[in-house]
Structures are given as structure tokens and as C-alpha cells.
């Protein structure tokens, strides 16, 4: 049949195909260009005068070079409103970058919000993009990166912007557990947004030019008439330091993605596993009294000391993060005794409790290094919730199927004792140092309520030194498994991890548990 | 993965085996580079001896111990309770806590260390209660041998102005000067001038460069008469001076003598010790590369008669200054052993400590004059915790997080008293340890020192062996050309570390890059797609690599995900910056961020104790007026103002502790 057309009508036919397919492939170029642009060389420049780099030279640096598969290069908003359906207020991608790509090899998905665009607002399409590759990620097991660089809802779209938010929120918390999700704030992120950073596992940010709040510093004046500038609202310091919203804060953008490539890391190391460490030997002070560094003790110990810190500016009683033993990734749970005794208070159980969680979500082994003079005392504290609160510590340990591993350094007093993944909680392994101390509170204390009114307490107090100060009352009760010498510690961890590699431990079926939030 | 079940165990294996190959080695060099001399076992000697010291010292006296087969006994305060020494003793004493006031100097507490070990012999160490007639007495009185002097002895040459007339006796040189007690600044201006300028003003009673002043006019007198009698009477509790004529450009040259109960003296050759700063020794070499045989000869005669003068036992060490034209003057006699005696066992192949023990259980001399040798050439670096970038040197304190002595490097002998987790602290001296290399010649002896200098990993502290480093490669250095005051005069405006060249600088960022991308690499290797030689591992500290078919030793003090790497190369320390192009191109736009303004702010520049505020807030100060002091290893450091201003607050007062970088004082 089609041989028997008119050879005229085939070329005409033919030139008319490839005249319109010349156009449709200038459109595309002209498309990509326009998207590679974002918001025009002008926003980029005032972005980069900020100090900021823009969404798609984030996602470069982020990225292995060449490894980023972008997605809806083409999508655009679909608003018709207050002229924003003009071609001059439309731009190909919108406000968000997304995509996949790898990180030394591993893939992750990310999105980069473009602060060029209409400072980055959220639109239906916008959120639509951060969407698909949520579930996309979902669908492989793959990590989420959001790179956070916005000024809010795309007040134009109204409603619709505010549903692309909760459709994002959704899926943060579908996805919570599933695969990691990890939040850069590099740029404001106000108002609903910061919820999306909030429900994810990890927030992280950069000083000076990122922000987090529910209201800005002309609400917070007109509301409770207090001045504030944008910094001390919600910048980087207060959050990793005071409110405990953000686990990390880093210089500026290049920093803070290098960091991120580090963070996801795993370093196959030639560390010796049998390592002894002679200077764990003394690193407890002789006196019960004086404090030391648990840092001295997490970098000692794990491969090339390098731990990855999480939070390290905020509940410093309490120190959290990641490294590797043996070339395995394990979280790193350790009582800190050089700020407040290394007491359990608030905000360093839910410090704590967070992180335990996470690794316990993602099957990371958790190691805990126990110090703990016992819970902070006060009307502070009670009135604050530490019984509601420290009962987050004590879920997340008990509730934790991961090889859990601990080692008690020195002071393991009273229900902290319990708390700290203790032998009770299903510990696997509970070593204690010779310096250790199991016993329901400090000598002094005991005595005053044992030999209450008597007069030789002082000899009590020795009596009471004597046969608590010291690991065997927990070691002869089978509550720890072994009095270590502390040079031997990350051989012994070693050997212990490579047992619990199959470790295989399930919980009661139930809908879900009901953490005291 | 059987292959990967299998690597861990194999690399355990190899590295078992490099370990005890290593180990096997450096004790067999030691042996050889330390002593010659043949320990008699069938002598009988001391049964138990307590060492009243701490620290590297009473190390190396415990070894000498344990090689006798002598039964030990350490001393420690609270805090050293786990200190090396303490643990190698077979027996050991707390005797106080950590001030040493109140537990190496506490006579009655060792005292009774003494009684409840049974130890039949004492030995002192260096410092602490080593030159105190006082213990000695003590010790004769309840039968107890001091290993050292007799009482007499140290007390002659324990007096800087009785020991120069008995020198003087002794027809010993001796510098022009006068021998008494002086009462006032203005006696003090009368006598300088009868010497002449320059002059040097120092007190009695005590060793080393503790209260010592140079003057060069009447004003400068008065000065030095003020601080040192202030600094003798707090530190020795006896305010008494000398006044003497100042050499300039001198050497400090020693003669290590050793002598017998029953009259017989030994020289042990010199040693040369005129790298100094603030008067003390930093590096020590023997034999000098300045006296020749005829000079070496008439020093060690005068040494010796010295020490047959004051009927003197034990090895002692007799010090003279040196000046251009090789006349040499006695400065003073140190009745004890000495700090860098290593390097005369090195070239000798005594052990002087065996020697003292065989001297005080009354045995003669086993050696003759012409049986001491000069074999080989060996250096002392005496490693300090301590910042040399700040006046050569001004403590630091920290724990040795990291630490690793250059044992696997032959030649190479390490003295110390601390180990990885040690904590150094304010109480006590600042030295990490004595590296003494040993060679033929010295140039062997010093190519040694730069490679152990290099292969040192000490972290954790600040220390000095960027400095040391610097001295040992120095060209004056190396052609011998050195005198006390080497190092204000090589480098006038303050120690500012290796300065790099065009080539060394490319060697460096050439170093940094492979670093960078040898972890850039390892970071890809969990996909088994790229395969890195095992030439560097990651995991240690020391980075070996060839440059231009050439071997160095670099360190690599940190590393981090933003591309910052710290080097040690060539003993100083560099920061340098590893990006990507495209990390580099980007890295342009961040912002400078400003650093906080510190010329408002006085922080403390060490660990130390508060001696005294000098303001107060609201007072007006000059530049380089006084704020405070502040006391730290012994040594008072006066902290000034950096522009004239206004006193906003004090955060300090007398007596507090301070740790380095504390706020002091603000000024507006």
C-alpha cells in the first residue's frame, strides 16, 4: 500500500516531517538550556554572592562526576494565576533539581531546590518532582537527599502547594526506616517546610546561610514582640546547639557536601583488628572523681579513628555517631564524663534514643561505652518529662535487635545502669573495665541511706567502696560477661561483631510499638 | 569471600611476624650501640634499690636494675600511679600526691618507702632529691647506701661560690668573677663594673639556667639581681648570688668524670652541649667537634683533679665554658648523673648507672684512662612537649594519644617514661623522651637523627621536633659552627619552622595530592573495580614514599572530608588544602569568614598556675605593659599587652589553674 503512494507526496511528506522534527529537537535544546540556567546568569550571580553555589553545582559536587540522571528536566508549574502562566514566569525543571546518582558508587536520589527560581518556592510541580523520586528511591532501597535551598510556599499556587508539602511529608514517613534520608540546609527553609527536614533521619546545615524555623523574626515581633535576628532564630549554631534540630553544621556549601560524600563512606581499611590499645590502659583517672574524654577512648578504638559525629555540639553529656571496627559501620552510643559527669538528662536521652534507633532501623550495630553517674537531678528536669523523656533511651535500647555491644568504663550507677544497653535490655555482649563501678548510686549516698544516723560513716563509706566500687557484683550475677583489660577492648569488639554478624533477633509482631513520645 | 575471611588472618599473620622481627633487631642494636662493658654476675652487689625519681630516668635506672638482676623499688606520686616507671619496678610506693613538693621531694614518705621495701641502696636520678645533702645525710644515717657522692661532695660542689674556690684550689680554670654572697642591687652595680661588662648574675644555689640573668649595664644589673634573688629565694629557698664574668659566644662543654671510694678518677670524654635555649640544653652530641685531643686531654686532667679535690665517687659531670681560642673556664660540677649521659655510654660503651651501683657498693674502677674510648659519634634530641614556635619552646601538656618511639630504625636509642595514653602533665617536667642516635661518624650519626626524627609519631601534645629537626640539618649546625647562643642568632625574629624552597614546596602538595587520592580511591574499592597498590596504608600514622627515586618519611597528622591535610614533612608540620577542579573552582565563591578579633583578648598561652594579676578592670595599659604571670613547669612567664587599652574584665586571679587557650583578661 505505501508503494503505491505518489513519490512526490512521500518527499513532500518526508521534508515536512523532518522540518517539524528540526523544530521539536530546538525545542528540547533550547528546553535543556533554559533548565541548565535555572532562574538566569543574574540569580545565579546574587547566589553566588551569597555565598551560596546554586542547586545544580551542589548536585555536581555532591555526585561522582558524570553519575547524575536527572528527571523532569521538562516539568514546569501549572499555575495560570497573577500571570505566572506568561512563557517569561515559566521555567523547564521549575524551582527543584532532581534526580539519581552515585557517591562513590553508591546510589542515592537527590533533590536540589533552586533558590534562582522563584526563590526556590515549593509548587504542585515542584513537590510532584521531590515525589517521584521518593518512590523511585523506595522502590530500589536507595538513600534520599534533599539539598534544601527554599523560601516557601509558591504563594501563587495557594493550596496546591500546600498539598505538595503533606505529599512530600508522607512520603518522609513512609519511607522513614526504609532507606536513609538525609537533609542539607543550605538557604532558608521556613514555615510547613521544615517539616520535611524534621521527618527525616538526618538534618545537617551550613553556617551563616541557612535557616530552620516555623516563623520568621517580623512574626516572632509582632506575635510575642521579641527581636531576633534571622541567626539567632535559626541558624546553624542554635540549632546544633540549643534546639537540637540539626545534627551537623559545616562552614559553607563545599564543605558541607564533601562532607556529606564522606558521610556516606565505607572505608575498606587495613586497621589491624587484633590492634592493641595500650593507652586505653590508662585513660581512667585514678581518682573516681576526675573526668576524661570518651572521644580519647571512641578514637582509639574504632578503625583510623575516625568517628563520624552526630549532634557533637548539643547534649555533650552524651556523644553519638558513626565509625567503623573491622571495616564494618557500627553506631557509637558513649556517656560523656567531661561535661556534667556524663549524666543522662533530657536531651541527651533523646539524643541518644534517636540515634539508637536509626541504627537499629538500619541494622548498624550499636556499641555503647557506659559512664554514667545516673539521671540529672532537679525541678528542671522533672518538670521538663526525664521520667517521659529518659524513657525514650531505655525503648529504643530494649526494643533494638541489632548486635548490641557494651562496655562499661567506669560508673554505671542506679537505673542509668539499666538504661545503658545493659545485659538486662538483651545486651549480646556486656564487658566491664576494671575500673568499673556497678551499684545503684555512688558510695556517699548509699551509706547515708544504709547507715542512716549512725556515726562511723566514713567507715561505711569504705565498707561500700570496697564491695560495690568495683565490676564483680555485676560480673559474679553474670550481668557482665567479662572484666576486660582495656587494651584489649577493640580486638575483643572485633572478634564479638564478627560472631553477631548473623545475629538473628525479632520482636512481637505488632502494628507498631508505642514509644513514650 | 573465603578470599576475604582468609586477608584478615593472613595480614595478622605478616604482622605478627614483621613485629617480632622488628623487636628481635632493636634489642640486639641496642646491645651493641649501648654498651661494650661486660656485666660480672658472680660481683655481688645490692640485693633491692629504691629509685627516688619518675619518669624516663628512673626507667633507665631500673633497666640497669634489672640487667644486675637487682631487685627494684619505684616511688610515684597519685596521679604517676600508672606510670610506666611504676609499673616496670617490681615494687612500687606511693609516696604523695601530684605537686612534687608534697611526693618526690617528700623526704619522710620515701623515707619510709625505703623502710617497709627494704631497699639497701637509694638511687637519686637527676633533680628532685639527687643533689640534697640533706636525703644524703638521711640515708647514712639509717644505713642506707646512696648511690652517689658522699654528703661531702655534694655539698662543696652544690655551692656555686664554695665550688669555685676549691676549683680554684684544684688549679682548675676558673672565670674571672667574685665569690661571695651579694646584699644589695647596688653592690651588685660595684661588682659587675670591677669584672666588666658582660656579666652574669645567678644564684647559688642553684643548677642549670634557673635564676640566671645577663646584664650588660648598671641598669640591667639591678635587673638581674631583683629576679634572680626572687627566683632563687622562691625556688631554693636561699637568696644567695654570684656575679661573674659573662663569656661571650661560649660553648658549653662538659667532661663526664667517674670515680671510686677508694681514689681512683676516670674522664669520659666530653660532651658537647651548646644548643640551649633559655640556658637549657635542647641537643647534645659527643664527642665536640671543637676540641681537639690536646685540649680534650687538659679539660679531662682538670676534671679529674676536681673530682680527687673533693675526694669525689660516683659519676659526676664537670662543666666549662669554652670560648673561641679554646680556653676553657670551670663553670660548675653536677654531682649526679646527668640528663644526656646516653650519648657518653654511647661512645664510651660504659653503663655509667652499672658503674655508680659498682662504685657505691665500694668496688673499684674496673676501667684505666687509656682504656676509655671514643668509638663512633652519638647525638641527643631531647623530645619536649612543649610549643616551639612560642620563644623555642613554652609548655604544652596533653595525652599521648598516639606514640610511637623510632625503635625499628637501627642506631637508635630511645630513653622515656611514658607511653601511648600518657598524660603529660603541669606538674611535672615537660620532656617526652632522650632520642640518641649513634654512628661511625657524625654524619652517620646525624642522617640517623633525621630519620628517626622523622619516623617519631608523637600525637596528642605539642612538641619539638619540627625545631629539633631545624637545628640538626642546620648548615651551621652540621660544620660545628655553634655556640649557646645559636639558636637567638640563627633565627633572630623566633623559631617560624621549615621554610619551604620551589622544590620542596612541590614535594609537599605533590605528597598531599597522592594522599588525597589514594583515599579518594580506597573510597571507590567496595565495588572490587579499582585496585590501589598497597604502598600506603591508610591506617598508620607514618606515610614512606619515593620522591624522585629518593626515600622520605612523612607523617600524616590529619586528614578530613573538606580536603584538609596536615603533614609533617621535613619535621615541621604544613596544612595544606586537597581539592577536585571542579571542588577548587567552586570553593571560590564561599565567603572569607573573619576569624574573632584576639588582639582585645589575652588568653593563656599554656597550662600553667596564676602567680599574679597585675590589673584590674578599668586600668588603662601600655603595649607590652604587664597583665600577669603565669607559672608552668617551673618556669614564670610574663604575659603583656598587645596595644594600649582599657581593662574590660579579669577572668583570673592569683593561684588559679589555667588551661592553654583560657580567656585571661579582656581589654576594650
Redesign the interface.
Known amino acids: 500500500f505505501r508503494g503505491k503512494l505518489p513519490q512526490t507526496s512521500l518527499l513532500r511528506d518526508s521534508r515536512w516531517y523532518s522540518v517539524s522534527h528540526l523544530s521539536v529537537k530546538e525545542r528540547i535544546d533550547k528546553k535543556r538550556k533554559a533548565a541548565l540556567i535555572g532562574g538566569g546568569q543574574k540569580r545565579i550571580d546574587a547566589q ?1 554572592k551569597r ?3 546554586t542547586a545544580r ?1 551542589r548536585v ?2 555532591l555526585l561522582d ?1 558524570d553519575s547524575f540522571v536527572e528527571t523532569d528536566m521538562f516539568v514546569e508549574h501549572r499555575c495560570s494565576d497573577f500571570g505566572m502562566e506568561q512563557d517569561r514566569n515559566k521555567f523547564p525543571g521549575d524551582s527543584v533539581v532532581t534526580g539519581r546518582g552515585r557517591i ?2 553508591r546510589l542515592v536520589y537527590v533533590f536540589s531546590q533552586d533558590f534562582t527560581v522563584f526563590g526556590g518556592s515549593l509548587s504542585g510541580a515542584h513537590a510532584q518532582k521531590i515525589c517521584k523520586i521518593m518512590d523511585q528511591a523506595m522502590t530500589v532501597g536507595a538513600p534520599v537527599i534533599g539539598l534544601n535551598d527554599s523560601g516557601g510556599a509558591r504563594i501563587q499556587e495557594g493550596v496546591e502547594s500546600l498539598a505538595g508539602y503533606a505529599d512530600i511529608f508522607l512520603r518522609n514517613v513512609m519511607a522513614s526506616g526504609v532507606v536513609p534520608q538525609i537533609s542539607l540546609i543550605m538557604g532558608p527553609c521556613a514555615g510547613g517546610a521544615v517539616y520535611s527536614p524534621a521527618l527525616t533521619d538526618f538534618t545537617f546545615m551550613v553556617k ?1 546561610t541557612s535557616y530552620l524555623f516555623i516563623t520568621g523574626p517580623d512574626v516572632v515581633k509582632s506575635v510575642t514582640n521579641e527581636d531576633v535576628t534571622q541567626e539567632e532564630l535559626g541558624g546553624a549554631k542554635t540549632h546544633t546547639s540549643v534546639s537540637g534540630v540539626a545534627h551537623h553544621a ?6 558541607a557536601l ?2 556529606l ?3 556516606f ?10 590492634r592493641l ?7 581512667v583517672p ?2 573516681s572523681t576526675k573526668a576524661y574524654d570518651m572521644l ?1 577512648i571512641i ?2 578504638i574504632v ?3 575516625e568517628f563520624f559525629e552526630i549532634m557533637p555540639n548539643y547534649a555533650k553529656n552524651i556523644v553519638v555517631g558513626f565509625a567503623r571496627m ?1 571495616g564494618r559501620t557500627v553506631g557509637i552510643v558513649g556517656n560523656q564524663p567531661k561535661v556534667a559527669s556524663g549524666c543522662l538528662d533530657i536531651n541527651s536521652s533523646v539524643k541518644g534514643a534517636r540515634f539508637v534507633r536509626f541504627c537499629d532501623a538500619f541494622n548498624i550495630p550499636i556499641i555503647t561505652f557506659v559512664d554514667v553517674p545516673g539521671f540529672l537531678p532537679g525541678t528542671a528536669q522533672e518538670y521538663g518529662g526525664i521520667i517521659r523523656h529518659g524513657a525514650k533511651l531505655l525503648f529504643a535500647f530494649a526494643e533494638a535487635t541489632v548486635p548490641k555491644i557494651t562496655i562499661i568504663t567506669r560508673k554505671a550507677y542506679g537505673g542509668a545502669y539499666d538504661v545503658m544497653s545493659s545485659k538486662h535490655l538483651r545486651g549480646d555482649v556486656n564487658y566491664a573495665w576494671p575500673s568499673a563501678e556497678v551499684a545503684v548510686m555512688g558510695a556517699k549516698g548509699a551509706v547515708q541511706i544504709i547507715f542512716r544516723g549512725k556515726d562511723n560513716q566514713a567507715e561505711a563509706e569504705a565498707e561500700y567502696v570496697e564491695k560495690f566500687a568495683n565490676p564483680f557484683p555485676a560480673a559474679v550475677r553474670g550481668f557482665v560477661d567479662d572484666i576486660i583489660e582495656p587494651s584489649t577492648t577493640r580486638r575483643k569488639i572485633c572478634r564479638d561483631l564478627d560472631v553477631l554478624a548473623s545475629k538473628k533477633q525479632v520482636n512481637p509482631w505488632k502494628k507498631h510499638a508505642n514509644i513514650p513520645l | 569471600m573465603a578470599a576475604h575471611s582468609l586477608s584478615p588472618s593472613l595480614y595478622r599473620l605478616l604482622f605478627a611476624v614483621k613485629y617480632a622481627s622488628l623487636h628481635s633487631r632493636c634489642c640486639a642494636v641496642h646491645k651493641k650501640a649501648q654498651y661494650s662493658t661486660i656485666y660480672n654476675p658472680s660481683e655481688k652487689t645490692f640485693e633491692k634499690i629504691l629509685i627516688a625519681n619518675r619518669g624516663e630516668i628512673a626507667c633507665r635506672v631500673i633497666k640497669t636494675c634489672k640487667k644486675m638482676g637487682i631487685k627494684t623499688v619505684a616511688v610515684h606520686s597519685d596521679v604517676d600511679s600508672s606510670a610506666v616507671h611504676a609499673k616496670m619496678a617490681d615494687e612500687a610506693v606511693c609516696v604523695g600526691p601530684a605537686p612534687t613538693s608534697k611526693s618526690y621531694l617528700n623526704m619522710d614518705a620515701i623515707m619510709d618507702a625505703i623502710r617497709t621495701t627494704g631497699a639497701q641502696a637509694v638511687h637519686p636520678g637527676y633533680g628532685f632529691l639527687s643533689e640534697n645533702k640533706e636525703f644524703a645525710k638521711r640515708l647514712a644515717a639509717e644505713g642506707v647506701t646512696f648511690i652517689g657522692p658522699d654528703t661531702h661532695a655534694i655539698q662543696a660542689m652544690g655551692d656555686k661560690i664554695e665550688s669555685k674556690l676549691i676549683a680554684k684550689a684544684a688549679k682548675v680554670n676558673t672565670i674571672p668573677g667574685f665569690d661571695g654572697v651579694v646584699k644589695t642591687a647596688e653592690e651588685a652595680v660595684k661588682i659587675a663594673q670591677d669584672i666588666g661588662y658582660p656579666v652574669m648574675i645567678k644564684a647559688s644555689a642553684g643548677g642549670g639556667g634557673k635564676g640566671m640573668r645577663i646584664a650588660w649595664n648598671d641598669e640591667e644589673t639591678r635587673e638581674g639581681f631583683r629576679f634572680s634573688s626572687q627566683e632563687a629565694a622562691s625556688s631554693f629557698g636561699d637568696d644567695r648570688l654570684l656575679i661573674e664574668k659573662y663569656i661571650d659566644n661560649p660553648r658549653h662543654i662538659e667532661i663526664q668524670v667517674l670515680a671510686d671510694k677508694h681514689g681512683n678518677a676516670l674522664w669520659l670524654n666530653e660532651r658537647e652541649c651548646s644548643i640551649q635555649r633559655r640556658n637549657q640544653k635542647v641537643v647534645e652530641e659527643a664527642p665536640s667537634t671543637f676540641l681537639d685531643s690536646v685540649t680534650r686531654q687538659a679539660m679531662g686532667e682538670q676534671a679529674v683533679q676536681l673530682a680527687k679535690a673533693v675526694q669525689y665517687s660516683s659519676a659526676g659531670t664537670v662543666e666549662f665554658l669554652v670560648d673561641s681560642k679554646k680556653n676553657f673556664y670551670f663553670l660548675e660540677m653536677n654531682t649526679r648523673l646527668q640528663v644526656e649521659h646516653p650519648i657518653t655510654e654511647c661512645i664510651t660503651g660504659l653503663d655509667l648507672v652499672e658503674q655508680m651501683i659498682r662504685v657505691a657498693k665500694g668496688y673499684r674502677l674496673q676501667h684505666k684512662q687509656e682504656d676509655i674510648p671514643i668509638n663512633g659519634w652519638a647525638i641527643e634530641s631531647r623530645v619536649y612537649a612543649e610549643d616551639p614556635y612560642k620563644s623555642f619552646g613554652l609548655p604544652s601538656i596533653g595525652r599521648l594519644s598516639q606514640y610511637h618511639e623510632p625503635l625499628n630504625l637501627s642506631n637508635v636509642r630511645v630513653d622515656s617514661g611514658i607511653q601511648e595514653g600518657s598524660d603529660i602533665s603541669i606538674y611535672y617536667d615537660p620532656m617526652i623522651s632522650k632520642l640518641v642516635t649513634y654512628g661511625a661518624t657524625r654524619s652517620e650519626a646525624l642522617a640517623r637523627m633525621e630519620d628517626a626524627l622523622d619516623n617519631y609519631v608523637i600525637r596528642g601534645v605539642t612538641h619539638n621536633i619540627p625545631l629539633l629537626r631545624e637545628i640538626i640539618t642546620h648548615p651551621r649546625f652540621i660544620s660545628g659552627d655553634i655556640s649557646t647562643n645559636f639558636l637567638p642568632e640563627v633565627y633572630p625574629d623566633g623559631f617560624k619552622g621549615h621554610q619551604l624552597e620551589a622544590d620542596t614546596r612541590r614535594e609537599l602538595l605533590a605528597s598531599a595530592a597522592a594522599l588525597y587520592i589514594t583515599a579518594q580511591l580506597r573510597s571507590q574499592r567496595f565495588l572490587g573495580e579499582v585496585e590501589v597498590s598497597g604502598q600506603w596504608d591508610l591506617a598508620s600514622p607514618l606515610l614512606p614514599l619515593t620522591i624522585n627515586s629518593t626515600h622520605k618519611m612523612l607523617q600524616c597528622l590529619s586528614r578530613d572530608a573538606s580536603g584538609n591535610i596536615v603533614l609533617q614533612y621535613l619535621g615541621t608540620s604544613f596544612q595544606v588544602r586537597v581539592l577536585s577542579k571542579l571542588a577548587a573552582e567552586l570553593n571560590s565563591y564561599m565567603p572569607e569568614k573573619v576569624p574573632e578579633d584576639t588582639s582585645s583578648i589575652l588568653r593563656s598561652p599554656m597550662p600553667g598556675t596564676m602567680v599574679a594579676v597585675s590589673v584590674k578592670p578599668g586600668d588603662t595599659v601600655a603595649e607590652g605593659q604587664e597583665i600577669c604571670v603565669i607559672e608552668a613547669m617551673k618556669m614564670q612567664n610574663s604575659l603583656t599587652a598587645v596595644k594600649q587599652a582599657k581593662v574590660k574584665s579579669v577572668h583570673c586571679k592569683p593561684g588559679d589553674t589555667v588551661g592553654e587557650g583560657d580567656l585571661l583578661v579582656e581589654l576594650e
Open positions: 553566588h555565598g551560596k553555589l553545582e555536581e559536587l562526576p562513590n558508587g551563616d559545616f562552614e559553607n556549601d563545599v564543605e564533601l562532607n560524600r564522606e558521610f563512606n565505607f572505608l575498606e581499611c587495613h586497621d589491624p583488628s587484633d590499645v595500650p593507652s586505653l590502659d590508662t585513660i585514678f581518682e580519647d578514637q582509639a578503625d583510623e579513628r573491622n
